[in-house]
């Protein structure tokens, strides 16, 4: 159970990973749904990018994290990290949307 766990995990997180760092670094914006970003004007999405790619690389993290840590210890702290970088994670993007967006939908 160990090992599904952490494979389930580090799948998880590396999706997250991956869509943050093409969302960031790419400016892939087309990974976002559309009523996101309808808002956002030319001139801030780079910035708008980088801050919803950000959060995710951050959610990502926590969530590879929880698999390793919960895989070799038996405590939850690996689950107090995937809850931390996610409310972090998710405060980034909800700061995003209503800058840029101006309003979370």
Do not use: P
Not at 85 to 96: D, K, N, P, Q, S
Request: hydrophobic share 50%; net charge positive; aromatic share 18%.
């Amino acid at each position: 159970m160990r090992w599904f766990e952490l494979t389930f995990l580090l799948v998880v997180g590396s999706i997250f990973f991956c869509l943050g760092w093409k969302i960031w670094k790419k400016k892939k914006i087309s990974l976002i749904h559309d009523y996101h970003y309808k808002r956002v004007k030319d001139i801030d999405i780079k910035a708008y990018t980088a801050q919803i790619g950000k959060s995710h690389l951050i959610i990502g993290t926590g969530i590879i994290l929880t698999g390793i840590i919960d895989f070799f210890t038996d405590t939850l702290f690996g689950w107090w990290v995937c809850g931390l970088t996610f409310c972090i994670g998710l405060v980034m993007i909800i700061y995003a949307q209503i800058k840029y967006n101006h309003g979370i939908f």
